[in-house]
């Protein structure tokens, strides 16, 4: 297998390349990097049930959209994922013959998704830029590079100004183009405590998790403000799913929570219907312009 157009920078990833150190008095917010904690990313996000529920669920509301897409176009999609980690959706994307343009901040995190690209017998359409996704646009030409499908999935949550990106994803969609968000559901967090009676943490208002080895966002974005963002810059949402909108909350593993594959089946049963998706501990909506 190969891939197409490798760049891995080092001198790009140092401007905000940083971890958020946090007080109750004094926040200093940046871009958050994975590149220190790479492997307790990989296992504690995609090692067990959780990774397979997520990884479920965005295939089915992305390859059958990108299906439809690339039948009506005629061609084999642009996609880009911004913010990619492994960029296991990418890659599978890549597979079915769409070219990819994979971006992260992290070196680490793409090295991970490099490897597991290698692992498919065949070439791949696959261009690669380690960086931040504000330095992407000294790479990507706007006037060529537009793309049929931006994907970006739990970055929001990790943005010092996540509202920014918005604007990124203008001048990089293609007029008919599709958007794919998928981000860290606050509300998830308040229920799960309220479930393991975590009151103590609910009623600490200056409680902020350790952001160096914690995965839990001290700065998600409400749905309805990712509404807003896409309402102001002309979206229509064509879909949305909530990601575990009742695994994490099971205390107790009997019946059919012993049955990963029917776990799996309910989770994608639950996630598109009203009001189970949005208990999901992360929410993704697809919507074009």
């Avoid at 981000?183 to 799960?192: C, H, K, L, T, V």
């Amino acid at each position: 297998m190969q891939t197409s157009n490798q760049n891995m920078s080092l001198s790009d990833n140092q401007p905000i390349d940083s971890v958020e150190k946090t007080t109750a008095q004094d926040e200093t917010r940046a871009d958050r990097s994975f590149d220190a904690i790479a492997d307790h990313f990989e296992k504690k996000v995609y090692g067990g049930l959780k990774g397979e529920i997520r990884l479920a669920v965005l295939r089915r509301d992305i390859f059958e959209y990108s299906a439809q897409m690339s039948e009506a176009l005629g061609r084999p999609l642009r996609i880009l994922d911004v913010g990619a980690g492994l960029a296991q959706i990418a890659i599978e994307l890549a597979a079915q013959g769409h070219s990819v343009v994979i971006n992260d901040i992290s070196e680490n995190m793409l090295e991970k998704a490099k490897a597991n690209a290698e692992q498919i017998d065949q070439e791949l359409d696959i261009t690669w830029y380690v960086c931040p996704y504000q330095a992407l646009a000294k790479k990507l030409v706007k006037e060529v590079d537009k793309f049929d499908l931006i994907m970006s999935h739990a970055l929001l949550e990790w943005l010092a100004e996540p509202a920014a990106v918005m604007d990124f994803f203008d001048q990089y969609l293609t007029d008919d183009g599709a958007l794919s968000l998928c981000f860290y559901n606050p509300a998830s967090f308040d229920y799960r405590n309220l479930i393991m009676g975590n009151f103590n943490l609910l009623d600490n208002t200056d409680y902020k998790a350790d952001n160096k080895k914690s995965l839990t966002p001290n700065h998600p974005v409400a749905k309805e403000e990712v509404e807003s963002w896409l309402k102001a810059h002309d979206y229509q949402t064509v879909r949305s799913s909530g990601l575990r909108v009742f695994h994490d909350y099971a205390p107790l593993k009997r019946g059919g929570h012993n049955d990963p594959d029917a776990v799996i089946r309910m989770e994608l049963r639950y996630s598109q219907l009203e009001p189970y998706k949005w208990l999901g501990r992360y929410l993704h909506i697809l919507a074009k312009r």
